[in-house]
T-cell receptor
Framework: AQTVTQSQPEMSVQEAETVTLSCTYD???????LFWYKQPPSRQMILVIR??????QNATENRFSVNFQKAAKSFSLKISDSQLGDTAMYFC??????????????FGQGTILTVHP | KAGVTQTPRYLIKTRGQQVTLSCSPI?????VSWYQQTPGQGLQFLFE???????NKGNFPGRFSGRQFSNSRSEMNVSTLELGDSALYLC??????????????FGPGTRLTVL
């Protein structure tokens, strides 16, 4: 069974600064997908970024980028130029590529990120 | 394009009752997944439906069930409610047409409180 671990329950950052959220996972699969979702106080889960394991290039979406280290099973999220609207709970999620993973995301416990003005 | 919608948004029930939650996926999406979110257990996968068939199921008791209709809308049902069923229930949809189309987009959730 896959597991996802987020070792930072809470993080804080000043507006305009950079912050990195950590995530490690455990799997025996070679092909899979990794995601970061954010959940603001409204509780709406919003996709931040996605990474396919077969792609060596790290995914980037505007101010959000990842550092994907497949051998180390590490998938960290870097937020540059932090904004007040980035305040949210951030979840790292894993999805296998096999049939037993149909529609199933395995989530970490989340990291609460607070951006201070 | 409209996002994933869930109804109702809030629900209060008493122990022993049953409840049905509804989820309408993004137009064209064929897969619907359900998750339970609680402070203690975090986000846990309940089940996934694709073309009216349950393809995957999490580790929940048989009191939790679901179905999907031909228009991809999905419902989940919880019978004989227990206090521990109080949670935010999230629905997510995806195209599920093959590799690279499985990104899940979430609805706003249904907050269920069991008294």
């Amino acid at each position: 069974a896959q597991t996802v671990t987020q070792s930072q329950p809470e993080m804080s950052v000043q507006e305009a600064e950079t912050v990195t959220l950590s995530c490690t996972y455990d799997t025996s699969e070679n092909n899979y997908y990794l995601f970061w979702y954010k959940q603001p106080p409204s509780r709406q889960m919003i996709l931040v970024i996605r990474q396919e394991a077969y792609k060596q290039q790290n995914a980037t979406e505007n101010r959000f980028s990842v550092n994907f280290q497949k051998a180390a099973k590490s998938f960290s999220l870097k937020i540059s130029d932090s904004q007040l609207g980035d305040t949210a709970m951030y979840f790292c999620a894993f999805r296998g590529a096999g049939g037993t993973s149909y529609g199933k995301l395995t989530f970490g416990q989340g990291t609460i990120l607070t951006v201070h003005p | 394009k409209a996002g994933v919608t869930q109804t109702p948004r809030y629900l209060i029930k008493t122990r022993g009752q049953q409840v049905t939650l509804s989820c309408s996926p993004i137009s064209g999406h064929r897969s619907v997944s359900w998750y339970q979110q609680t402070p203690g257990q975090g986000l846990q996968f309940l089940f996934e439906y694709f073309s009216e068939t349950q393809r995957n199921k999490g580790n929940f008791p048989g009191r939790f069930s679901g179905r999907q209709f031909s228009n991809s809308r999905s419902e989940m049902n919880v019978s004989t409610l227990e206090l521990g069923d109080s949670a935010l229930y999230l629905c997510a949809s995806s195209l599920a047409l093959g590799m690279g189309t499985d990104t899940q987009y979430f609805g706003p959730g249904t907050r269920l409180t069991v008294l």
